[in-house]
């Protein structure tokens, strides 16, 4: 059987700047449907205005194919979920998705790897995100990328189930004062 690395040997992996963001911004588009191009093109200014905050892109020669986005500022955790304390001021994985038509091809577990290693960088030892409990998508690949899931919870706008899961790095350990 082919090896995921062998599937993606043509893809390029890049940080978003100034040169290369409408490229997100085209991609962000596409994959949503139906969103304004000079809204996103704001969102995406302001996202990276902060060297807290970085994008990565994945590209098949011109062609954007997937993107992730992570912070490494104190993020609030999501409504409804229990306090997790060591959670915050940690990196968090804010955003990714790869356009349909190049699923499956371990792009977005190379993404993932990409937002990790500039988080450990950065000097961080987590990295968590959350996530619909339905969506299989997220599930496979944030369980194959070494993902524990800490906590689940109703999403108190939407009323769905959510699940926050956390990456540790260098032995750190998971400790929670709250629970
Ligand atoms: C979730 C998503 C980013 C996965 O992208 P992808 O490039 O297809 O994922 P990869 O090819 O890197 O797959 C990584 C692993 O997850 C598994 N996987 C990915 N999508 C899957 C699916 N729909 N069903 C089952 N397993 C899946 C792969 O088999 C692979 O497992 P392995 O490492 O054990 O071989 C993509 O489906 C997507 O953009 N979905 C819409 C946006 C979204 O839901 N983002 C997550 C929000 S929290």
Request: glycine share 6%; net charge neutral; proline share 2%.
């Amino acid at each position: 059987m082919e090896r995921p690395e062998n599937k993606i040997k043509e893809s390029k992996f890049n940080e978003i700047n100034d040169e290369n963001i409408s490229k997100l911004v085209e991609l962000r588009a596409k994959i949503n449907g139906d969103k304004n191009l000079e809204d996103l093109q704001r969102e995406a200014e302001k996202y990276l205005k902060s060297k807290d905050r970085k994008a990565f892109i994945s590209q098949e020669g011109e062609i954007a194919t997937g993107f992730v986005q992570i912070k490494l500022e104190e993020t609030e955790l999501p409504e409804g979920s229990p306090n997790i304390d060591d959670l915050t001021n940690l990196a968090h994985l804010a955003r990714i998705a790869v356009d349909e038509g190049y699923r499956g091809k371990g792009i977005a577990k190379k993404l993932m790897q990409q937002a990790e290693e500039w988080a450990k960088e950065q000097g961080k030892h987590v990295v968590w995100l959350d996530y619909l409990a339905t969506n299989e998508g997220a599930v496979q690949l944030y369980k194959s990328c070494g993902y524990k899931d800490l906590a689940e919870f109703t999403d108190a706008k939407k009323k769905k189930l959510r699940r926050v899961a956390a990456k540790y790095f260098n032995n750190y350990e998971h400790t929670n004062s709250r629970t």
